[in-house]
């Protein structure tokens, strides 16, 4: 049996080093938030600044480990068997739960994953015991105030951060506008200084209380002079700060590379129980039920309340890990860009819909404003907006918002955090920094009128997410820990395997997902910073969808004809990619008309045009391809002789069509337009004669409705798609016989 355990215990460190992964994947938006969004330097540099971070917090760190070993259970009440089961449930669940938010792009706590995963396993593990004990309680068992502490601390969390960040951002812009380079001549100073000491104080409080360098006399030295380090900090960082300043050092970007090396360094050092805690609390376990229980079935793990001492090479290897993780998971960017793109002061395409809870938030938000605007004096009114105007606003190229706001989120969720922890307040590390984010983004009217409903919707979304975390780590961990307890060792392999599984599929799903997205993003941005560059990408793009439009119409049809259900899947994906490429690129269209020079409003309009045209083209096609799969994939009857004869007919024409459209954009001669139009106008007559023969067959009850139905959508949406495409040639003629006209004007000149 040790040899059945100590496998067990060999899988729980391969658990445990994928839990590292997704773990982090999730947890690092709580430090680079604030970082990348400002585009404080280059994407290295904060990597470098927050790794150091995490190896040091993670290196010196007991990990806080026994929450794992008594915090939510009495291990003195259950046999080393028993706790096996739990440690693997929790594991496994705790892999899955993470990578579902990983991949969706939310962040979620890790450390209410854990707790309610533990709670979960043992509540199952418990209901087993009492059954079969009696005068056992649930408080004999379980430490439920643990997880009344994290659900308090899920709400005061999310209000207290968002309260304060709207507050104190709200007030930092009164003092620095978005123009704060012109005002920073003697404030700079005090606000480095308060924004410094408050970091320094939170490393001291919350990130390095717990590491092995800090004696119990040094943090009981730390506790009874907290003012007095307080004081030293503010005098001394303020002095040191306005120096710098008068250095030419831009004292924002010291501010926030030190918050985001502090909160680094207190994310490893406090979470790195949620990774690995449980998998040590199984390493010891193990050890102590070799040395002394070795063959029994009844040896109770008394030895799980004794102090854990986590073996430094453990410690190392973890931060290894961690900073490798930091470095290299596309899923941390995905759950990073949530949160920037909900915080992002410029509007653009949101990630989440409208709802109407957030409707009607916004309405009574906007009422509320309404009220105060008009019981604030009109001068007091007018000095406000001026404090806001963003006219001149300083951001980095491609940053969602500048060096103050960055700067405020990294100070406030600092000084939340660190006081919470002496307050004894239950308060999540990723809560407070989402929140203090999305409070702060409120105060500098990030959330306008064209955006705010979906910005709502989204911090709706990850606040629900939250909840949800806790429900279903709870739920999972107390089936898994059944279905072990009650399946043994196959359902031990089943369960591990499925595990693995699952977390591979879910990466390669991911990467193919992440590889279809750079690919349109690569489609939306049209690459280039001039206008030759950005109409030239967009010419050969047009060519290139040409193309493809024209590969997906003929296929559709023959696959309809030919009842190819699976290829009528791939088309419908291929069409939708089509038309989601489209939609990006309206939302890209203001972005890529700054890019051209202001002498070129005809090439601004034939982009605006294209764009138009391409997203009515594309959305034709789906329209064409969806119906056409749910015809075979309902099993409906296929279509007659003369339908089939028809729509081969028509097909073969929209195939030359294309075909002549496609060789005068590339060869750039539109000489030949004409016969395109002589071509489109010949198609319409066919249509429409294909039309009128297909009314003639439903009134002679010759043909099927729904196979009736699925024709006539075809011969209309056809008629649309080719139209936009006539069109489309017609703008890029236009477009070009204008350039040439203003270059020979200009070389006259």
Same mark, same amino acid.
Request: aromatic share 10%; with cysteine.
């Given at each position: 049996?040790?040899?059945?355990?100590?496998?067990?215990?060999?899988?729980?460190?391969?658990?445990?080093?994928?839990?590292?992964?997704?773990?982090?994947?999730?947890?690092?938006?709580?430090?680079?938030?604030?970082?990348?969004?400002?585009?404080?330097?280059?994407?290295?540099?904060?990597?470098?600044?927050?790794?150091?971070?995490?190896?040091?917090?993670?290196?010196?760190?007991?990990?806080?480990?026994?929450?794992?070993?008594?915090?939510?259970?009495?291990?003195?009440?259950?046999?080393?068997?028993?706790?096996?089961?739990?440690?693997?449930?929790?594991?496994?669940?705790?892999?899955?739960?993470?990578?579902?938010?990983?991949?969706?792009? =939310?962040?979620?706590?890790?450390?209410?994953?854990?707790?309610?995963?533990? %709670?979960? !396993? $043992? +509540? @199952? #593990?418990? /209901?087993?015991?009492?059954?079969?004990?009696?005068?056992?309680?649930?408080?004999?068992?379980?430490?439920?105030?643990?997880?009344?502490?994290?659900?308090?601390?899920?709400?005061?969390?999310?209000?207290?951060?968002?309260?304060?960040?709207?507050?104190?951002?709200?007030?930092?812009?009164?003092?620095?506008?978005?123009?704060?380079?012109?005002?920073?001549?003697?404030?700079?100073?005090?606000?480095?200084?308060?924004?410094?000491?408050?970091?320094?104080?939170?490393?001291?409080?919350?990130?390095?209380?717990?590491?092995?360098?800090?004696?119990?006399?040094?943090?009981?030295?730390?506790?009874?002079?907290?003012?007095?380090?307080?004081?030293?900090?503010?005098?001394?960082?303020?002095?040191?700060?306005?120096? =710098?300043?008068?250095?030419?050092?831009?004292?924002?970007?010291?501010?926030? %590379?030190? !918050? $985001? +090396? @502090? #909160?680094? /360094?207190?994310?490893?050092?406090?979470?790195?129980?949620?990774?690995?805690?449980?998998?040590?609390?199984?390493?010891?376990?193990?050890?102590?039920?070799?040395?002394?229980?070795?063959?029994?079935?009844?040896?109770?793990?008394?030895?799980?309340?004794?102090?854990?001492?986590?073996?430094?090479?453990?410690?190392?290897?973890?931060?290894?890990?961690?900073?490798?993780?930091?470095?290299?998971?596309?899923?941390?960017?995905?759950?990073?860009?949530?949160?920037?793109?909900?915080?992002?002061?410029?509007?653009?395409?949101?990630?989440?819909?409208?709802?109407?809870?957030?409707?009607?938030?916004?309405?009574?938000?906007?009422?509320?404003?309404?009220?105060?605007?008009?019981?604030?004096?009109?001068?007091?009114?007018?000095?406000?907006?001026?404090?806001?105007?963003?006219?001149?606003?300083? %951001?980095?190229?491609?940053? @969602?918002?500048? /060096?103050?706001?960055?700067?405020?989120?990294?100070?406030?969720?600092?000084?939340?955090?660190?006081?919470?922890?002496?307050?004894?307040?239950?308060?999540?590390?990723?809560?407070?920094?989402?929140?203090?984010?999305?409070?702060?983004?409120?105060?500098?009217?990030?959330?306008?009128?064209?955006?705010?409903?979906?910005?709502?919707?989204?911090?709706?979304?990850?606040?629900?997410?939250?909840?949800?975390?806790?429900?279903?780590?709870?739920?999972?961990?107390?089936?898994?820990?059944?279905?072990?307890?009650?399946?043994?060792?196959?359902?031990?392999?089943?369960?591990?395997?499925?595990?693995?599984?699952?977390?591979?599929?879910?990466?390669?799903?991911?990467?193919?997902?992440?590889?279809?997205?750079?690919?349109?993003?690569?489609?939306?941005?049209?690459?280039?910073?001039?206008?030759?560059?950005?109409?030239?990408?967009?010419?050969?793009?047009?060519?290139?969808?040409?193309?493809?439009?024209?590969?997906?119409?003929?296929?559709?049809?023959?696959?309809?004809?030919?009842?190819?259900?699976?290829?009528?899947?791939?088309?419908?994906?291929?069409?939708?990619?089509?038309?989601?490429?489209?939609?990006?690129?309206?939302?890209?269209?203001?972005?890529?008309?700054?890019?051209?020079?202001?002498?070129?409003?005809?090439?601004?309009?034939?982009?605006?045009?294209?764009?138009?045209?391409?997203?009515?083209?594309?959305?034709?096609?789906?329209?064409?391809?969806?119906?056409?799969?749910?015809?075979?994939?309902?099993?409906?009857?296929?279509?007659?002789?003369?339908?089939?004869?028809?729509?081969?007919?028509?097909?073969?024409?929209?195939?030359?069509?294309?075909?002549?459209?496609?060789?005068?954009?590339?060869?750039?001669?539109?000489?030949?337009?004409?016969?395109?139009?002589?071509?489109?106008?010949?198609?319409?007559?066919?249509?429409?004669?294909?039309?009128?023969?297909?009314?003639?067959?439903?009134?002679?009850?010759?043909?099927?409705?729904?196979?009736?139905?699925?024709?006539?959508?075809?011969?209309?949406?056809?008629?649309?798609?080719?139209?936009?495409?006539?069109?489309?040639?017609?703008?890029?003629?236009?477009?070009?016989?204008?350039?040439?006209?203003?270059?020979?004007?200009?070389?006259?000149?």
């Amino acid at each position: 049996m040790e040899q059945y355990y100590l496998v067990l215990l060999a899988f729980l460190g391969v658990i445990a080093v994928i839990d590292l992964f997704v773990g982090v994947s999730n947890d690092a938006v709580n430090f680079l938030n604030s970082a990348l969004g400002c585009r404080i330097s280059s994407f290295r540099t904060t990597l470098w600044v927050a790794s150091i971070g995490v190896l040091a917090g993670a290196t010196f760190s007991s990990g806080m480990m026994e929450i794992a070993r008594h915090g939510i259970f009495r291990p003195e009440q259950f046999f080393f068997q028993e706790l096996v089961c739990i440690f693997l449930a929790v594991m496994v669940t705790d892999v899955l739960v993470l990578d579902v938010f990983n991949t969706l792009g =939310l962040p979620t706590s890790t450390t209410v994953s854990m707790v309610f995963e533990l %709670l979960g !396993g $043992t +509540f @199952a #593990l418990t /209901l087993v015991k009492m059954a079969g004990t009696e005068g056992m309680h649930f408080a004999d068992y379980l430490n439920t105030e643990k997880a009344l502490s994290v659900i308090m601390g899920i709400f005061l969390s999310v209000a207290i951060a968002f309260f304060f960040g709207m507050v104190v951002q709200w007030l930092a812009r009164l003092v620095f506008t978005f123009r704060y380079r012109e005002r920073l001549k003697w404030t700079i100073g005090l606000f480095g200084g308060i924004a410094s000491t408050a970091i320094v104080y939170f490393m001291l409080i919350k990130g390095v209380k717990d590491t092995t360098f800090m004696t119990s006399g040094a943090k009981a030295w730390i506790a009874a002079h907290g003012t007095l380090i307080a004081g030293c900090c503010l005098v001394g960082f303020t002095l040191l700060m306005q120096v =710098l300043h008068w250095l030419r050092v831009n004292v924002f970007k010291v501010v926030v %590379l030190l !918050g $985001t +090396f @502090a #909160l680094a /360094l207190a994310f490893a050092g406090n979470d790195l129980v949620n990774f690995i805690g449980v998998p040590l609390a199984g390493y010891d376990s193990y050890l102590d039920y070799a040395a002394h229980g070795a063959g029994s079935d009844t040896y109770l793990m008394s030895s799980l309340n004794e102090p854990a001492r986590t073996p430094f090479l453990f410690l190392a290897a973890a931060g290894v890990i961690m900073v490798w993780t930091l470095c290299t998971s596309k899923k941390a960017q995905k759950v990073i860009k949530t949160s920037v793109d909900l915080s992002r002061q410029d509007e653009g395409e949101e990630m989440f819909g409208s709802s109407a809870v957030a409707r009607s938030i916004v309405r009574t938000s906007m009422s509320l404003a309404q009220t105060l605007s008009n019981i604030t004096p009109p001068r007091m009114r007018a000095w406000i907006n001026a404090r806001f105007s963003q006219d001149e606003a300083v %951001l980095a190229d491609g940053a @969602a918002f500048d /060096l103050v706001r960055a700067s405020v989120n990294l100070l406030l969720a600092s000084l939340l955090i660190a006081l919470g922890t002496s307050l004894k307040l239950p308060l999540s590390t990723t809560y407070v920094t989402f929140m203090v984010a999305m409070g702060s983004s409120l105060a500098d009217k990030a959330w306008g009128r064209e955006s705010a409903v979906y910005r709502i919707t989204g911090v709706v979304t990850v606040i629900a997410g939250w909840f949800v975390t806790a429900l279903i780590a709870f739920v999972i961990a107390l089936v898994v820990t059944y279905a072990l307890l009650w399946g043994g060792t196959w359902a031990v392999i089943i369960i591990s395997l499925l595990c693995v599984g699952m977390f591979i599929q879910s990466s390669i799903t991911h990467k193919r997902r992440k590889a279809k997205e750079h690919k349109t993003e690569e489609i939306v941005t049209a690459s280039g910073n001039s206008t030759q560059e950005v109409m030239r990408n967009l010419i050969a793009e047009i060519s290139g969808v040409m193309t493809k439009t024209t590969e997906i119409y003929s296929k559709t049809i023959m696959a309809t004809l030919n009842e190819d259900r699976r290829t009528l899947r791939e088309m419908v994906r291929e069409s939708n990619d089509l038309f989601y490429n489209a939609r990006e690129k309206k939302y890209a269209l203001l972005p890529t008309l700054q890019k051209l020079q202001d002498n070129y409003i005809e090439a601004g309009h034939f982009y605006v045009q294209v764009v138009d045209y391409i997203s009515e083209r594309s959305k034709a096609l789906v329209h064409i391809t969806r119906p056409c799969f749910e015809h075979i994939d309902n099993n409906h009857k296929g279509m007659s002789e003369e339908q089939v004869e028809d729509l081969l007919k028509i097909n073969d024409k929209v195939s030359e069509i294309y075909a002549r459209i496609n060789v005068m954009l590339n060869d750039n001669d539109y000489s030949d337009t004409n016969v395109v139009l002589e071509m489109r106008d010949e198609l319409f007559v066919t249509i429409d004669d294909a039309v009128k023969s297909q009314l003639r067959r439903i009134q002679n009850k010759a043909t099927s409705t729904k196979a009736s139905m699925l024709y006539l959508t075809i011969l209309n949406e056809t008629k649309t798609m080719v139209l936009q495409s006539r069109n489309l040639l017609k703008s890029q003629r236009s477009f070009m016989e204008n350039q040439d006209t203003s270059n020979d004007l200009m070389g006259n000149k």
